[in-house]
C-alpha cells in the first residue's frame, strides 16, 4: 500500500481581506481519507491541531475565518456549510470561538436550508453562518415552508427572529450550555458493531451452526436490532456474540460455529489495518463494555434510533442485542419509558441534538439529548399514573404490529401527525390507521403529554399541548395557527429545561445527585443522611443520594499526566466546575497556579472542555 507523505506540512496563508464568503468542501470526517487520501488528512491534522480529529473538513475554513474575524483580521465572515455543523463535533468549534477572548457572535444563521446541486441535481441540507468579533445579538431565518419550484429549484417561506445565536444555530434558550447530569451518567450507551458480513445470521443458519441443538450457544448468538428493525420491520436475524470468549473455547465448545468464523469473518478481518481486528477476528469490532455492564439485573431496556423521522422509544427484551445505531437506556422501568416518549423530552432531543441527510432526519445525541435533560421530581402516584401510560403506549404498539407483519412504526407516526395536523388521509393512510389503531395511539400520547407536564409542575403549558396535539383551536390561546402555538410552546419547554438543568447541576456540585436507577449508578457512593428538605424514601419518593466528596489525588508531575487527570476529573463531574473545586480534586495546591490555566486553555483548543456562560467554570464534553 502506497502511502503519500507531506514533508513540513503547515497552514495555508489567505491573503488580506476585509470580508470572506466562501463554499468550502463537503466532505464528512468519515470520508476524509477516501477522498483526500490518509497522507493529506495526516498532515492536515497535523498542521491544524486545534481542529478535533472528529470534524468534518469545511470546519477547517470555518475555524479559521472565526479564528481571523476574532482578532480583528477580517471584518466578517460567510460561509456555507453541510447542515451537520449543528452536530456535536462540530460546533465545539463553534463554541470555543464564541467562548474565547475575545469572543465571536453570529451575526446571522440558517441552521438548515435545502440545495440542489446544478451539476449533478444531488440534494442535500446545508447551513449559512455569518461571523462577527464582539458580543452581539444576530438574526435567525428557519425554513418553516418548502415548495418545488422550476428546473429543480426549491422555494421557502423564511421565519425571521432577532436575538442572541448560539452555538446551535438557535436563537431563545441557550440549550448548549445545558451540561450533562450526574443524576443520567452510565445509563446511555450506544449498541455494539460486529463488523463483517458473517457476524450476522438467519435463523436457518444459527441452526446449522448448532443453535438449538448445542448446549449454551444461545448465549452467544443473539437476536439483533438495528434502526429499521425498530422504525420498519425486523429483519429476524441473530448476531455473533462471543464477547468475552477466547478462540480456543470457541472451538472447543462450539467448533461448527468457529468454522463458520474462521471462513466467512477471517479472511475479511486478516485484510484489516486494524491490529485489533485482525488479531481479535471472532469478537465484534466495539463489544461496547459499558452496555454490557449497564444491562446487567434488568430485564429490558429502552431504545430509540439514533438518527430517525419521528423521535419514538421502545422497549427490548436484554436478550436482544443492539446495534450501534441505537441508543439504549438501560432501564427497565416504564416510567422513565413515559417521560421519554413525552413532548416535553422530544422538543428537547430535537433541539438538543442535530439533523442528519437529504431526509433531515433528527439525531439524538445521548450526551446532550439524554444525559442533559432534567427528569421531574414527581409523587408515587404522578410516577404510576406516567408508568401505567407507557406500558400501555408499548403494549400498543407492540400488538397491533403483530397482528400486522406489514405494520410499521414509521407509518403509524406519520399518520399520528397527520390526525395532529388535521390533514385528510389518503387510502393507504386510512389502511394503517386501521391496522395501528391511531386514535388510541394517539390518546395516550395526549394523556402522556399532559400527565408529564403535571409532574413537572407545568400545567400552565397545557392548553399549548392541547393546541400542537390537535385538540384546541389556536385561537383558543391567542395564536393564528397551530405552527405559531408550536413554536411558543417548544420555546416555553426549552427555556424551563435549560433552567432546570442549571439547578440540578448546581445541586450535583453540593453532592446531591437525584439517581434514575440508584442501585445501578449509585454503586460505590457512601450512604448518606438527607439533606433538610431533600424527600428520600417518603410519600414523594425520590432517590436522593448526598454523595461524599472523592479522596483527593497527588498532583502528577509530568503535563500529559496532568492533562489527562484534569480531564478525567471535569469527566468525572458532569457539572461545571471553576479552577478552585478542580483543584480541590488534587493535593499540592501550590503546583496549579501556573500550569492549571495552560491545561486547561489545552483542553479548550482541542475540543475537550468548554467554558459555560458564567466564563469561570468548565465543563468536559
Not at 468457529?258 to 465484534?284: G, I, M, S, Y
Not at 497527588?554 to 499526566?561: G, R, S, V
Request: aromatic share 8%; hydrophobic share 40%.
Amino acid at each position: 500500500m502506497l502511502l503519500e507523505r507531506y514533508v513540513n506540512p503547515r497552514k495555508a496563508g489567505w491573503p488580506a481581506a476585509d470580508f470572506v464568503v466562501g463554499n468550502p468542501p463537503f466532505i464528512g470526517n468519515k470520508r476524509m481519507r477516501d477522498a483526500l487520501g490518509d497522507g493529506y488528512v495526516e498532515a492536515l491534522r497535523g498542521a491544524w491541531q486545534d481542529v478535533p480529529d472528529s470534524a468534518d473538513f469545511v470546519m477547517y475554513w470555518w475555524d479559521y475565518a472565526a479564528e481571523l474575524t476574532r482578532t480583528d483580521k477580517l471584518r466578517q465572515f460567510g460561509l456555507i456549510t453541510t447542515n451537520s455543523l449543528r452536530q456535536a463535533f462540530n460546533r465545539k468549534i463553534i463554541e470555543r470561538h464564541m467562548t474565547a477572548k475575545p469572543p465571536l457572535s453570529l451575526a446571522f444563521a440558517i441552521p438548515d436550508h435545502p440545495w440542489v446541486d446544478s451539476t449533478d441535481g444531488a440534494a442535500v441540507r446545508i447551513a449559512m453562518t455569518t461571523g462577527v468579533a464582539g458580543a452581539r445579538s444576530g438574526r435567525f431565518a428557519e425554513v418553516i415552508a418548502e415548495r418545488p419550484a422550476n428546473d429543480g429549484e426549491v422555494e421557502i417561506d423564511l421565519l425571521i427572529r432577532d436575538g442572541k445565536l448560539f452555538a446551535d444555530l438557535r436563537v431563545g434558550a441557550n440549550v448548549t450550555s445545558a451540561v450533562a447530569l450526574a443524576s443520567n451518567a452510565t445509563l446511555s450507551n450506544r449498541g455494539v458493531i460486529p463488523h463483517g458480513e458473517g457476524m450476522l445470521l438467519t435463523e436457518e443458519q444459527a441452526k446449522t451452526v448448532g443453535l438449538g441443538s448445542v448446549a449454551d450457544l444461545d448465549k452467544y448468538i443473539r437476536p439483533y436490532r438495528n434502526g429499521r428493525d425498530i422504525t420498519q420491520n425486523p429483519r429476524n436475524v441473530r448476531v455473533i456474540d462471543l464477547y468475552s470468549l477466547g478462540i480456543e473455547d470457541v472451538r472447543n465448545r462450539f467448533p461448527q460455529l468457529f468454522q463458520w468464523l474462521v471462513e466467512r469473518v477471517k479472511p475479511e478481518r486478516d485484510q484489516q489495518k486494524d491490529k485489533d481486528l485482525r488479531e481479535k477476528w471472532w469478537l465484534h469490532r466495539r463489544n461496547n463494555e459499558d452496555l454490557r455492564q449497564s444491562l446487567t439485573d434488568t430485564h429490558r431496556y429502552i431504545a430509540t434510533v439514533q438518527t430517525s423521522k419521528h423521535r419514538l422509544f421502545v422497549f427490548l427484551g436484554v436478550d436482544i442485542l443492539p446495534d450501534d445505531k441505537l441508543i439504549a437506556i438501560a432501564s427497565d422501568d416504564a416510567y422513565l419509558l413515559g417521560v421519554l416518549s413525552s413532548n416535553v423530552h422530544v422538543t428537547w432531543a430535537l433541539a438538543s441534538g442535530s439533523r442528519l441527510g437529504v431526509g433531515n432526519d433528527p439525531v439524538y445525541n445521548k450526551t446532550t439529548c439524554f444525559e442533559a435533560f432534567a427528569f421531574p421530581v414527581t409523587s408515587p402516584g404522578q410516577q404510576s399514573r406516567i408508568r401505567d401510560l407507557a406500558e400501555q403506549l408499548d403494549a400498543h404498539r407492540k400488538r397491533q404490529q403483530a397482528q400486522h407483519a406489514e405494520l410499521t412504526l414509521t407509518g403509524m407516526y406519520n399518520v399520528l401527525e397527520k390526525l395532529k395536523s388535521g390533514d385528510a388521509l389518503t387510502a393507504k393512510e386510512k389502511t394503517i390507521h386501521e391496522q395501528g389503531l391511531v386514535a388510541v395511539l394517539k390518546t395516550l400520547h395526549d394523556e402522556l403529554d399532559c400527565a408529564v407536564l403535571e409532574a413537572y409542575g407545568w400545567g400552565d403549558l397545557a392548553p399549548l399541548q392541547e393546541v400542537v396535539n390537535g385538540n384546541a383551536a389556536p385561537a383558543s390561546v391567542g395564536f393564528a395557527t397551530r405552527d405559531d402555538a408550536q413554536r411558543a410552546l417548544s420555546d416555553a419547554l426549552l427555556e424551563r429545561l435549560v433552567a432546570l438543568n442549571a439547578e440540578r447541576a448546581a445541586e450535583e456540585i453540593k453532592g446531591t445527585v437525584r439517581w434514575l436507577r440508584p442501585e445501578f449508578q449509585a454503586k460505590g457512593a457512601a450512604p448518606a443522611k438527607p439533606q433538610q428538605g431533600t424527600l428520600v424514601g417518603t410519600e414523594e419518593e425520590e432517590a436522593v443520594v448526598v454523595a461524599e466528596p472523592a479522596a483527593r489525588l497527588p498532583w502528577p508531575k509530568e503535563l500529559p499526566d496532568q492533562v489527562r487527570l484534569v480531564a478525567q476529573a471535569l469527566a468525572e463531574a458532569r457539572a461545571p466546575l471553576d479552577e478552585d473545586a478542580i483543584a480541590a480534586r488534587f493535593s499540592g495546591r501550590g503546583a496549579w497556579k501556573k500550569r492549571l490555566p495552560q491545561i486547561l486553555d489545552t483542553l479548550i483548543a482541542v475540543g475537550r472542555v468548554r467554558v459555560v456562560e458564567d466564563g469561570k467554570s468548565y465543563v468536559y464534553q
